[in-house]
């Protein structure tokens, strides 16, 4: 199975302004790719940048897969332009994928903006019950809604600017859910992909409510495979790779 | 067709390398390499007690190449040899273990251990490495430092020996020379080039630890110079390194006077370049019609 492979641009196309949706050919051969798991995908044509990027699985499709990424700098400004056709390197998929949650419990799923793209291939690839809560900085930020909603899952937004959902913060409203469920808490199992400041307080929301939590985490990576050892997180048992040990933590074991 | 090299005592089957650090401890690699192919396995850093590492970003990317500051993290000299060692043993291909210390003991005694295992091939002593007893200035950028720690080294292994130089220096052609002097068998051409990144709307500088090594295609022509200015300087074979993306960046050290190459940065960006660039040297070889790899090193024709 391998997992170094020349991909073909099926799709590259925007979601608004700075969010695209990119779908992949996946040759024969290539390894299955699991919820939670990322490609290191190729977005330059010679030596600058150099360094490929990482992008978390957002949906398998019937002729390949595809990843949902926000323009941030000059490796997403290139990889925009990238039209159909166009072919590229991909090495994945990399990393730990999201734990199924033990029978009888039902995941939390926080996805904070483009944090959705980790998550969303557990909540298409989980059968059971499960709840979203999903926010982002504005409406226009919010994705896949419909989707979501077709997926049979009941869906918790909301918005810093007030546009759409509640007002403000996603882990107030997970916070208010949970204090208004307090007797169904030992059944919930959170998982959420979300800015580093979401991931820090579901950390605090975990431990405050002794609910287990599995959280992706993000950093700068140059290899993917574990040698480059750039990726590392502080753990309580020391650091630990993000693209080997994880992406997906418990969040107990994060030291902040 | 002749690819074989000798660096000291030891033969390798051919002079394509893994740069120390790059490639782990093998295994990352071993799913998209046949490692029987490689001249030889450099692994990761080792001192004799396991280190943790710098604080992150440990990494920043740069124009055409990256700044790394890891930190020396690794698992220790035992763990290595108990964990990481039997995995290569399987291979028949030539390990060498890259190594450093705070002190001119530690790297003593560390080569020591080190000599002893069974599967070790040669050493790499890392000398860009701060020195606890000379206020943590760095080995390498000293010549009488440099003669003293890589001395104490010799004493204590009979394997080859290589000395990785820093290119922070006013004149790596001298101390290429007072390695060999010390009784190293090859010199490593070069670590990485000390750099900065900053973040101007933070004013914060890019890696936790300020500064980094400097390591891709944008330090090759710095790299080509030094391996030139060093096979002047001295009758030891030269590893050459820093930026090899390709065959041709390679064949452009060996031209220079490199007997062997290593790979390193390149690996994070194609885990196959190690073997796409043996591929590429023999393929070079074949057109010019050169019958020893040997035979091409240090030819560059200056007149």
Not at chain 1, 2 to 12: D, H, K, L, M, V
Not at chain 2, 81 to 98: A, Y
Not at chain 2, 149 to 172: E, Q, Y
Not at chain 2, 254 to 262: D, L, N, T
Request: hydrophobic share 40%; net charge neutral; with cysteine.
């Amino acid at each position: 199975m391998s997992r170094y492979f020349t991909s073909r641009i099926i799709e590259n196309i925007a979601l608004n302004t700075d969010h695209n949706l990119l779908t992949l050919s996946l040759p024969e051969g290539v390894a299955e790719p699991l919820p939670g798991q990322f490609y290191m995908i190729g977005v330059n044509r010679g030596t600058d940048p150099l360094l490929k990027r990482a992008f978390s699985l957002f949906r398998r499709t019937s002729d390949g897969f595809q990843v949902m990424y926000r323009i941030k700098g000059r490796g997403t400004s290139l990889l925009r332009e990238m039209g159909k056709e166009v072919t590229i390197e991909v090495l994945g998929p990399l990393g730990n994928y999201y734990p199924v949650p033990p029978e009888g419990q039902a995941p939390l799923v926080i996805a904070g903006g483009i944090g959705l793209a980790s998550v969303f291939p557990f909540l298409h690839a989980y059968q059971g019950r499960a709840f979203v809560f999903y926010g982002a900085r504005s409406c226009d930020e919010i994705f896949m809604l419909d989707e979501l909603k077709g997926m049979g899952r009941e869906v918790f937004i909301s918005t810093v600017d007030g546009s759409l959902g509640t007002k403000g913060n996603i882990v107030d409203t997970l916070d208010k859910y949970l204090e208004s469920n307090r007797s169904d808490i030992s059944k919930y199992v959170l998982y959420a992909c979300g800015p580093q400041a979401m991931l820090r307080a579901i950390s605090e929301v975990s431990a405050s409510k002794g609910i287990t939590a599995y959280i992706s985490l993000e950093e700068h990576m140059a290899c993917g495979l574990g040698a480059c050892l750039g990726c590392v997180v502080k753990t309580k048992t020391g650091y630990k790779r993000v693209c080997k040990e994880g992406p997906v933590f418990k969040s107990e074991e994060i030291t902040w | 067709m002749n690819l074989e090299v000798c660096l000291g005592k030891l033969k390798l089957k051919n002079p394509v390398m893994t740069a120390s650090g790059t490639f782990g401890y093998g295994e990352e690699y071993a799913e998209f390499v046949d490692i029987n192919r490689l001249g030889a396995v450099v692994v990761k850093g080792l001192s004799l007690r396991p280190k943790e590492g710098n604080p992150t970003p440990r990494i920043v990317e740069t124009p055409s190449g990256m700044l790394n500051s890891i930190g020396l993290q690794n698992v220790g000299i035992e763990r290595f040899i108990k964990e990481k060692l039997p995995f290569l043993r399987r291979f028949n291909t030539s390990v060498i273990v890259n190594f450093f210390g705070d002190t001119r003991e530690e790297y003593a005694l560390a080569a020591e251990k080190l000599s002893s295992a069974d599967g070790i091939h040669g050493l790499e002593m890392n000398i860009s490495c701060p020195n606890k007893q000379a206020g943590w200035s760095i080995f390498g950028t000293d010549p009488k430092v440099t003669y003293d720690v890589v001395s104490a080294v010799r004493k204590k292994t009979n394997l080859t020996l290589i000395v990785k130089l820093s290119p922070n220096v006013t004149d790596i052609a001298l101390m290429a020379k007072v390695a060999e002097d010390a009784g190293a068998d090859a010199v490593s051409v070069i670590n990485t080039l000390t750099g900065m990144a900053i973040d101007i709307q933070t004013r914060k500088p890019k890696l936790a630890n300020v500064r980094g090594g400097l390591s891709g295609p944008a330090i090759r022509p710095i790299a080509v110079r030094m391996v030139y200015e060093v096979k002047q300087s001295v009758k030891i074979p030269i590893i050459g390194m820093g930026g090899i993306m390709n065959s041709d960046d390679a064949m452009e050290f060996i031209i220079a006077g490199a007997a062997a190459v290593a790979v390193g940065t390149a690996n994070f960006v194609n885990p196959r370049a190690t073997v796409e660039i043996l591929d590429g040297i023999i393929e070079y070889m074949k057109i010019h019609g050169i019958e020893d790899i040997g035979s091409l090193t240090g030819t560059v024709n200056v007149t």
